[in-house]
T-cell receptor, first 113, second 110 residues
Framework: NAGVTQTPKFQVLKTGQSMTLQCAQD?????MYWYRQDPGMGLRLIYY???????DKGEVPNGYNVSRLNKREFSLRLESAAPSQTSVYFC????????????FGSGTRLTVV | EDQVTQSPEALRLQEGESSSLNCSYT??????LFWYRQDPGKGPEFLFT???AGEEKEKERLKATLTKKESFLHITAPKPEDSATYLC???????????FGKGTKLTVNP
């Protein structure tokens, strides 16, 4: 089925470890996004890529880096994980100029101990 | 600062008992208001986009409306399968960012 695929679904890291969250979409969308979702808070934008070759900071970018590898793939990297980065991470995509909503992946649940 | 507030935080209904969820917003230059449904352990699923005051959208038992300061998600004769968290988000002018509310957790009892 067409959509946004995220890997892994679950991950436990120790403080200071690094990891990359992967995201791929097969809808030929131009824009891709990384959000985090924490209890009692709305989804918050970490980074986004409006088109292949461009990336921009969102609301909470500190501690993260991103790579737009090609039109399909957008990865999120934690260089030195901290307990404050324990969260559920969602990748999303949308087609610029098309007046409908973003398509979200099923999420990666990350725990940093 | 752009803000989205959803109320109530949680709502319990009996099957068939109609109600409304509220999303109020204070933003500069609204470029769209979105409603999503989120089931436990899953990503948000797109429901509706509204762009201008007076606009309405419907899908099965759900109807979304928009005024200049708020949006309502009306649920008519809900069923247990409508149980989920409903998220409201706004896109502001010139920005790629969606500002999300904290959501309303809806439980429909049979």
């Amino acid at each position: 089925n067409a959509g946004v695929t995220q890997t892994p679904k679950f991950q436990v890291l120790k403080t200071g470890q690094s990891m990359t969250l992967q995201c791929a979409q097969d809808m030929n969308h131009n824009s891709m996004y990384w959000y985090r979702q924490d209890p009692g808070m709305g989804l918050r934008l970490i980074y986004y890529s409006a088109s292949e070759g461009t990336t921009d900071k969102g609301e909470v970018p500190n501690g993260y880096n991103v790579s737009r590898l090609n039109k399909r793939e957008f990865s999120l990297r934690l260089e030195s994980a901290a307990p404050s980065q324990t969260s559920v991470y969602f990748c999303a995509s949308r087609d610029l100029g098309v007046p409908y909503g973003y398509t979200f992946g099923s999420g990666t649940r990350l725990t940093v101990v | 600062e752009d803000q989205v507030t959803q109320s109530p935080e949680a709502l319990r209904l009996q099957e068939g008992e109609s109600s409304s969820l509220n999303c109020s917003y204070t933003v500069s230059g609204l470029r769209g208001l979105f409603w999503y449904r989120q089931d436990p352990g899953k990503g948000p699923e797109f429901l509706f986009t509204l762009y201008s005051a007076g606009e309405e959208k419907e899908k099965e038992r759900l109807k979304a409306t928009l005024t200049k300061k708020e949006s309502f998600l009306h649920i008519t004769a809900p069923k247990p399968e409508d149980s989920a968290t409903y998220l409201c988000a706004v896109r502001v002018g010139g920005s790629e960012k969606l500002v999300f509310g904290k959501g309303t957790k809806l439980t429909v009892n049979p």
